[in-house]
Nanobody, 123 residues
């Protein structure tokens, strides 16, 4: 599956952004999806994950209550709604797909990655 992330930008602290990840190729509805981010000088970390059906979601503690992952299988798209953004959310955000269909909070099952979209939160 090929992935294309979009929706990043510059926003003030407390603001909101919605990231989108459009998928093409193999059957999107069978894939578990995740959002990851990498800040300058830091390792990539998982932000949120969603199962193939959308019924299971997980979040990193740092974003719980502020971010929401969702998917529209009819549109082959997964979203990350980000509210109450903080400067520490600044990073390149990547979407990824895993053929196991699970909501995995580790990188291991993910075998397809999007190109990344920059999110910058100013204080």
């Amino acid at each position: 599956v090929q992935l294309q992330a979009s929706g990043g930008g510059l926003v003030q602290a407390g603001g909101s952004l919605r990231l989108s990840c459009a998928a093409s190729g193999r059957t999107f509805s069978g894939y578990g999806m995740g959002w990851f981010r990498q800040a300058p000088g830091k390792v990539r970390e998982v932000v949120a994950a969603i199962s193939y059906s959308g019924r299971t979601t997980y979040y990193a503690d740092s974003v719980k209550g502020r971010f929401t992952i969702s998917r529209d299988n009819a549109e082959n798209t997964v979203y990350l709604q980000m509210n109450s953004l903080k400067p520490e959310d600044t990073a390149v955000y990547y979407c990824a797909a895993n053929p196991r269909g699970v909501a995995s909070m580790t990188e291991r099952p993910y075998d397809s990655w999007g190109q990344g979209t920059q999110v910058t939160v100013s204080s």
